[in-house]
C-alpha cells in the first residue's frame, strides 16, 4: 500500500519520488499529482497549486509538480529517465519545497506570490531559496549538494547556465551553514578559544 495514498505519480520515477516524499511527512496527507510534460519554458520542474483549488480551504489545496520529459541545460538536452536517481531525488525533493512553502500561504498570498514570481526577478530567487532551505531542514542536504555538484562542476553545461543556478538557488556553502544551525554545530573557525 503506499503510505502516501494522496500523491499520484509515473511509475518510472516510483523510486525517486517516494525517496523524497519520505523526507516530508507533513505532505502525507496532501494531495499533489506529478507528471510529465513535454516541455517546460525555462524549468526543468514546476511546483504549484492547481488553479482550481486557489478557492479551496488550505487543506484541501491541490498542487501539481510538472517534470519536463527532456530539458535542455544550456545546448545540451537530456532525458529526465536518464538523469541519475539521486539527482532526480534532489530536484524532486527541491519541488516538495515550494509545496511546504505553499502550505503555509493563503490563497490570496499565493496569488500574490505567483504574479511577483512572474514579474520580479527578487522574488524569483527568494522564493528559489526557500525551496532550498525547506529541503534541506528535511534533511535532504545530501541529494540537494549533489544535484548542485551535477550542475556547477558538468563540464557540458554552459558557465551562463550555471551563474543562473548560483544566482537563484542556495550555494553549497549556504546549504552546509543551515545544516550546522540545524544540527547545532559550531563551524570549526568558531570553534577557537581565546587564551587570554
Known amino acids: 500500500m503506499n503510505e502516501y495514498a494522496q500523491v499520484q505519480f509515473p511509475n518510472s520515477i516510483e523510486k525517486e519520488v517516494k525517496t523524497a516524499l519520505d523526507f516530508y511527512p507533513k505532505l502525507k496527507d496532501v494531495d499533489i499529482e506529478i507528471k510529465f510534460k513535454k516541455n517546460i519554458k525555462k524549468s526543468t520542474m514546476q511546483a504549484q497549486p492547481k488553479f482550481g483549488s486557489l478557492f479551496k480551504s ?46 503555509n500561504r493563503s490563497n490570496m498570498n499565493l496569488i500574490g506570490f505567483g504574479i511577483k514570481y512572474l514579474l520580479s526577478d527578487s522574488h524569483i530567487i527568494e522564493a528559489e531559496r526557500a525551496a532550498d532551505t525547506f529541503a534541506v531542514a528535511q534533511g535532504m542536504e545530501s541529494y540537494i549538494l549533489k544535484t548542485k555538484d551535477f550542475i556547477l562542476n558538468n563540464s557540458e553545461i554552459t558557465p551562463s547556465y550555471k551563474l543562473r543556478i548560483e544566482k537563484y538557488y542556495l550555494s553549497p556553502e549556504e546549504i552546509m551553514d543551515i545544516v550546522n544551525k540545524r544540527d547545532g554545530e559550531v563551524p570549526e573557525a568558531a570553534e577557537t578559544t581565546s587564551l587570554n
Open 58 to 103: 488550505k487543506t484541501n489545496r491541490e498542487y501539481i509538480i510538472l517534470i519536463s520529459e527532456k530539458f535542455k541545460i544550456s545546448d545540451k538536452e537530456f532525458s529526465t529517465k536518464d538523469i541519475p536517481s539521486d539527482i532526480l531525488i534532489g530536484w524532486i525533493g527541491h519541488e516538495f519545497g515550494h509545496i511546504m512553502d505553499y502550505q
